[in-house]
Structure formats: structure tokens, C-alpha cells
């Protein structure tokens, strides 16, 4: 059979309890003074971050939000002025005359409701105007 040594350090006596409590209060005493207070400081240095970075992220939906606000403000107030140069043009159409055949020199000089203002394409028209003519 097979004879079992028991060894000494694992018997739990009063001199072993003692030494373990001493070494583990010194072990604890250190952590405590060299490695806990740094890990707590950077915890709630981490803390203060993450609240920090959250209310930042709600300021920026709130911007968000407003700028997504003006810009439909915007985009509306573009369709109502692209919708009402349509009807402008529209009825700009209506009021011109469907071809240059119908109109005069005369007309061009003397009706200046759909004539154009610059000499250069009144000139334009006139020339226009002659090469149907020839034609």
C-alpha cells in the first residue's frame, strides 16, 4: 500500500492561518493603495466619457433633426417656386405667339409684351423673320 506523507504546509495549523492572514492583508493593503485607486479613477474617468459622448450624441439628433427640418422647408419652397415658374411659363406661352411667321417687323417694335428687350435678339428675330420670307 502505498504510505501517504502529509505534507506539513497543507495541514491547517495556527502558525499557517496566521502567516496567510498577515500575507494576505499586505497583498490587499498594496493592491488597495497601488492598483485599486487607479482602476477606479479610470472607471469613472470611463464613465464620465461615455456620458459625455451620449449627450453630445443627442445634441447632434437634435441638429440632425432641425437640419432635416429646414432642408424639407427648403425642398417645399423650391417645388412651390419650380411649380409656379411652370405656370408662369405656361401662360408666357400661351400669351406668345405659337411662330415667328405671325409677327411683323412692326409688331416685334411696337408690341413690347413679348418682344425682347436686348436689340441684339430683336435683331435676331428680324433676321429670322426675313430668311422665312425668302424662303
Known sequence: MFILEINPLVLPDIGLVFWNTIAFVVLLVILGKFAWKPMLKAIADR???????????????????????????????????????????????????PNYTEITPKDIYADTSYAPRDPRAKAEILYKLICRWLA
Open 47 to 97: 464613465e464620465n466619457g461615455i456620458e459625455e459622448a451620449l449627450l453630445r450624441a443627442d445634441k447632434m439628433k437634435a441638429e440632425i433633426a432641425t437640419m432635416q427640418n429646414e432642408n424639407e422647408a427648403l425642398l417645399a419652397k423650391a417645388r412651390e417656386e419650380r411649380a409656379t415658374l411652370i405656370k408662369e411659363a405656361k401662360a408666357f406661352n400661351k400669351d406668345y405667339p
